[in-house]
C-alpha cells in the first residue's frame, strides 16, 4: 500500500512560481514512475507530467513544456513538480500518482494506469 500526500499548492498572480511536492509512504516509491494530473472545474483529470523511477525518462503535456519542470528525491521519497510563468489555464486540483513498475523504463500519461493517487492539492492563479 501507497500513499500520497501532495502539498504546495495556493495562490499566485500570472506569471509566478509554485513548487508543488507529493510525499510518499511505503517502500515501493524508488521503483515507481510517479505522475502529475490535474483536473480544472468541469472538466476530466489531464496529464500534466511523469518520471520513470531513476529520473532519467521525463514527459510532459505540451501545454507544459518549457514551464513545468517534474524531479524526484528517491532518499526523501519524494516527487516535485515546479511551475513557472504560471497561467489562469494551469488553475485546477493538482494530483500526484504511483504506478509501481518494478524499476521499469516508462512513464505513463493515461490517468487509469496509475495504482495509488493522493487527494490533491488547489493551485489557483490570477490573471
Known amino acids: 500500500q501507497v500513499q500520497l500526500v501532495e502539498s504546495g499548492g495556493g495562490l499566485v498572480q500570472a506569471g509566478g512560481s509554485l513548487k508543488l511536492s507529493c510525499a510518499a509512504s511505503?517502500?515501493?516509491?524508488?521503483?515507481?514512475?510517479m505522475g502529475w494530473f490535474r483536473q480544472a472545474p468541469g472538466k476530466e483529470r489531464a496529464f500534466v507530467a511523469s518520471?520513470?523511477?531513476?529520473?532519467?525518462?521525463?514527459d510532459s503535456a505540451d501545454s507544459v513544456k518549457g514551464r513545468f519542470t517534474i524531479s524526484r528525491d528517491n532518499a526523501r521519497n519524494t516527487v516535485y513538480l515546479q511551475m513557472n510563468s504560471l497561467k489562469p489555464e494551469d488553475t485546477g486540483i493538482y494530483y500526484c500518482?504511483?504506478?509501481?513498475?518494478?524499476?521499469?523504463?516508462?512513464?505513463?500519461?493515461?490517468?487509469?494506469?496509475?495504482?495509488?493517487w493522493g487527494q490533491g492539492t488547489q493551485v489557483t492563479v490570477s490573471s
Open positions: 511505503g517502500r515501493t516509491f524508488s521503483r515507481s514512475t
Open positions: 500518482a504511483a504506478k509501481d513498475t518494478l524499476f521499469g523504463s516508462r512513464t505513463f500519461n493515461n490517468p487509469s494506469i496509475y495504482d495509488y
Open positions: 518520471i520513470n523511477w531513476s529520473g532519467n525518462n521525463i
